[in-house]
């Protein structure tokens, strides 16, 4: 009995003795300030504005357990004042960035666990900044940068020489997705007068719904031209066609059905919407927005009126945030049947008042010569 006894009280004083010392060494890594990331860096890839952020644990925080660390990072192009964040337990970040302006990134050390009694513990941030250092004369770089993807087929882009660039030299036009391993160059590039003024892309250069960036430059023997960096999103640059063909059909219900087939291209029906025009009488256009259908009803019309429709597209927003929509179709009318009718009327009208008149003279005329006693002939 006194051995068993002996043995529970060892075993007491043993968990004492563990539970004080893990208690003491809780307390010694109890944490009241942290520092903040170490070695942060902004690094270029060269794909023209998708850039890499990495930083390193504090040193602080290397040997230090039962600790949870998070690290908020918040970034923005210089001469905008909204700054993003994003909060991540991660070393690194990847984002684009506008390489026409300057690229600001600041991180700090988010902290909380065991180690900080579960209150949350915050670092001073840790800034860096990247410059993409754009040489030459700011008149030499291109202007009006434009671009629409036509039919979701293939992709123009277009621009202005700058002002001040001799008609002899050449832009070039890089390109960069997340579906190649490297920037590469345009291979059908559009000109005017012998200069390169845009560049065509077709469908299996391009990647929907990622950033697509792009750069254009060009050098000189006396200066650099002055790079512009661009990021588009190529689902939002869709420009359909109208429908090609679409019918008018007059009822008896006094409505004019019309319906339509899908315009030529690539774009999914399920991304179509849809936009028709009605003008009465040649006046203005009246106009209707369509969505997930291909018929339009007019009621209640008048067919002493003439009425015209026409059509166009574009990319609704289930597929995009933006596009463009395509040009009208040629219009159809409905004439108006009011002329028509009158003069029909009219003639009818003419010549059962005519076959009146005769008959009334005849029947009149046979009267009055029964009444003489003279014998009409049958003919009569």
Not at 187 to 206: A, D, I, P, R, V
Not at 313 to 322: F, Q, Y
Not at 333 to 357: H, M, P, Q, S, W
């Amino acid at each position: 009995m006194r051995k068993s006894q002996q043995s529970v009280e060892n075993i007491c004083q043993n968990l004492f003795l563990f539970f004080s010392m893990l208690s003491q060494n809780c307390a010694s890594e109890l944490l009241t300030f942290v520092d903040p990331p170490s070695n942060l860096q902004i690094i270029d890839p060269g794909y023209l504005g998708y850039m890499h952020i990495q930083w390193e644990t504090p040193v602080s925080l290397r040997s230090v357990r039962h600790c949870i660390a998070r690290y908020k990072l918040q970034y923005q192009n210089l001469e905008t004042d909204r700054w993003m964040t994003v909060i991540t337990k991660r070393l690194s970040y990847n984002q684009g960035f506008d390489l026409n302006k300057d690229v600001k990134v600041k991180v700090q050390t988010l902290v909380k666990g065991n180690c900080t009694s579960e209150s949350e513990l915050q670092s001073a941030w840790t800034e860096a900044t990247f410059s993409s250092l754009l040489k030459g004369d700011p008149d030499s770089s291109i202007e009006e940068f434009t671009c629409v993807y036509y039919k979701w087929e293939y992709m123009e882009c277009r621009w202005q020489p700058g002002k001040s660039v001799p008609q002899h030299m050449d832009y070039t036009l890089f390109y960069w997705h997340n579906g190649l391993p490297q920037t590469m160059q345009c291979k059908h590039y559009l000109q005017t007068k012998g200069m390169n003024t845009g560049c065509l892309f077709q469908s299996s250069e391009l990647e929907d719904y990622t950033s697509f960036n792009i750069c254009v430059n060009g050098s000189l023997k006396e200066d650099l031209i002055m790079t512009k960096y661009f990021t588009l999103e190529t689902h939002n640059l869709v420009k359909p066609d109208p429908p090609q063909r679409f019918n008018l059909n007059v009822s008896q219900a006094d409505k004019i059905d019309m319906d339509w087939e899908l315009p030529p291209g690539m774009v999914p029906p399920q991304c179509l919407e849809y936009e028709v025009q009605i003008t009465r009488d040649y006046d203005l256009w009246k106009t209707k927005l369509i969505q997930d259908e291909m018929s339009f009803t007019l009621h209640k019309w008048n067919p002493k009126h003439s009425y015209c429709f026409r059509i166009r597209s574009k990319v609704n927003i289930l597929c995009a945030d933006d596009g463009f929509w395509s040009e009208w179709s040629p219009y159809q009318c409905v004439k108006a049947l009011e002329r028509t009718t009158e003069i029909v009327l009219g003639i009818a009208a003419a010549l059962i008042g005519f076959v009146l008149g005769m008959t009334s003279f005849i029947l009149l005329r046979n009267k009055r010569l029964k009444k003489k006693g003279v014998v009409v002939p049958c003919s009569v």
